[in-house]
């Protein structure tokens, strides 16, 4: 009788024990299901964008040094490639997903089958440079020789600056050359009476006694930024970001204009002279907005003027419309 009590008591004290331990495993589930669960981090964007030396990149690397990009969260990294037709090749190739290029430059380089678009705008000008002693006026250019570049943001920027002074390639000889840097040779061993140059060139040769006829005003012959059509299509997000970056970098520039303020990335990364920079003035920079089809359409009838037989797609394909539809 004893027995059978013991027996009985040691199987109530198991039932209870497993009964619960059954309850401390639910109890423990269910706090473990209240539990908030922290959402994964945005992965950065990867934004490779091909750029030249030349002022127009300044506000790039003002919105890497200043953070803007990684605001955005956005890796981005600005590569330094000299000639435009190879930044967009570039993009075409899937090598980068952006460039600053000039508009001619884009339209030459994509053809009839553009894969690229431009977005927004980007400051940049254009000055007529001579070391020729007999020319002081841009009208005394008549019969005379000026070194451009080839279907360039350059060679378009001369035929509008000569047009202002009543001249045409009717009575100027241009002379085209592979790069900036035979133009500016072109001026120094007097082969062409003027050259048409972007800085951070024109202000080396002013540096080495030349002088500026004249210079395209804002909005005459700017460069743009331009993606990729699968860049623009599958991160729309990621370039407005970009270009937001862009034009808050604009806005610090143009309220801290001293080029002292950025002599490093001046210097080392868009080849400014390092001595007497702070002589030098940089232009304001326009917001990037849309480009507009009057501007491109302007670029693509002088561009099939100068080279019989192109053929070039419609503006639309160049141009995108990402910023204004924002």
Not at 25 to 43: F, H
Not at 59 to 83: D, I, S
Not at 292 to 302: A, H
Request: include cysteine.
């Amino acid at each position: 009788m004893t027995m059978s009590k013991r027996r009985h008591k040691l199987l109530l004290t198991t039932v209870t024990l497993a009964a619960l331990a059954t309850l401390l495993v639910i109890v423990s589930a269910c706090g473990r299901s209240t539990q908030r669960v922290s959402a994964p981090a945005t992965k950065p964007t990867n934004i490779n964008f091909a750029v030249g030396q030349s002022v127009d990149a300044l506000p790039l690397y003002v919105a890497e040094e200043r953070g803007y990009f990684t605001q955005a969260k956005l890796r981005v990294t600005l590569t330094n490639v000299a000639a435009a037709d190879d930044r967009v090749s570039g993009i075409s190739t899937h090598q980068f997903e952006g460039a600053i290029s000039g508009l001619p430059e884009l339209m030459m380089t994509s053809g009839t089958h553009p894969t690229s678009q431009v977005v927004g705008n980007a400051t940049n000008y254009t000055a007529l440079m001579t070391t020729d002693d007999n020319v002081t006026k841009l009208k005394q250019l008549k019969n005379k020789t000026v070194g451009t570049l080839a279907n360039s943001t350059q060679a378009y920027a001369t035929d509008l600056l000569i047009e202002d002074a009543k001249l045409t390639d009717k009575n100027v000889t241009l002379k085209t050359t592979a790069s900036e840097t035979e133009l500016m040779s072109a001026a120094n061993n007097h082969t062409a009476s003027a050259v048409s140059l972007t800085d951070p060139n024109a202000s080396l040769l002013r540096r080495q006694g030349a002088r500026t006829l004249a210079q395209t005003t804002a909005n005459q012959a700017n460069t743009g930024i331009v993606f990729g059509n699968s860049m623009l299509k599958n991160h729309a997000a990621a370039v407005q970001g970009f270009m937001r970056a862009y034009n808050q970098a604009v806005d610090y520039i143009n309220a801290h204009p001293s080029t002292m303020d950025y002599q490093e990335i001046l210097v080392s990364k868009l080849g400014y002279p390092g001595d007497g920079l702070n002589a030098l003035a940089l232009p304001h920079f326009a917001t990037a907005t849309t480009v507009s089809k009057q501007s491109l359409g302007d670029v693509r009838s002088w561009l099939l003027a100068k080279n019989q037989g192109l053929r070039l797609a419609t503006v639309e394909r160049y141009r995108s419309t990402l910023l204004s539809d924002k």
